[in-house]
């Protein structure tokens, strides 16, 4: 199985700072098509998980810009420009390219 | 707006069945398909298998087969996840996820297996 490797596992911010979270990929998630499925999600205490970038740099509907998505192959990063309040929580990335499914970890985002 | 509707919270027996369901309502259920998700606090989210509504037609991670069987009732717009020979290792948070970007979750249904 493709094993995300999500760092930090914990990231500490005060509002308004940009941070950015990372997912390595034990293999490379570019698909014989030529999409790449990495996906990031959000688990706000106490919720379900909800989309926010998919493949790779794709702005989930209704999520707002300062998330932003990047990387290609093993190698992707979530950025937050502007830490807001309703963005603490638990990040998972997730990678569709290969079966099975898998998750990251997840970082947790604190303030500080 | 897309929404999907889990059944409740399970306390069942080891060893004994269970039958959790996912009601979409907001969409046409037949045009996604229809992910389960296990979540725990030692393993995080692990990926149980895909359904397509329309086909029945079915995914499952190796890990999970055996354990999980999935169906949907098209008529009803509702997915269904049966776990059966339950353990304590199965105890757990399960999610249903629209779609193969997983873009919206059901609330989760909490399955407690204790004798």
């Known amino acids: 199985d493709v094993v995300l490797t999500q760092t930090p596992p914990t990231l500490s911010a005060t509002i308004g700072q940009s941070v950015s979270i990372s997912c390595r990929s034990s293999?490379?998630?570019?698909?014989?098509?030529?999409?790449?499925?990495l996906h990031w999600l959000l688990q706000r205490p106490g919720q379900s998980p909800q989309l926010l970038i998919y493949?790779?740099?794709r702005l989930e509907s209704g999520v707002p810009n300062r998330f932003s998505g990047s990387g290609s192959g093993t190698d992707f990063t979530l950025k937050i420009s502007g830490v807001e309040a309703e963005d603490l929580g638990v990040y998972y990335c997730?990678?569709?390219?290969?079966?099975?499914?898998?998750f990251g970890g997840g970082t947790k985002l604190e303030l500080k | 707006q897309v929404q999907l509707q889990q059944s409740g919270a399970e306390l069942v027996k080891p060893g004994t069945s269970v039958k959790l369901s996912c009601k979409a309502s907001g969409y046409t259920f037949t045009s996604n398909h229809m992910n389960w998700i296990k979540q725990t606090t030692g393993q995080g989210l692990e990926w149980i298998g895909i359904?397509?509504?329309?086909?029945?037609?079915?995914s499952y991670n190796v890990k999970f087969k055996g354990k999980a069987t999935l169906t949907v009732d098209k008529s009803s717009s509702t997915a269904f996840m049966q776990l059966s020979s339950l353990t304590p290792e199965d105890s757990a948070v399960y999610y249903c996820a629209r779609g193969t970007i997983m873009d919206a979750w059901g609330q989760g249904a909490s399955v407690t297996v204790s004798s």
């Open positions: 997730v990678q569709g390219t290969h079966a099975p499914w898998t």
């Open positions: 359904i397509n509504p329309g086909s029945g037609g079915t």
């Open positions: 493949s790779v740099s």
């Open positions: 293999q490379s998630l570019l698909h014989s098509n030529g999409n790449t499925y």
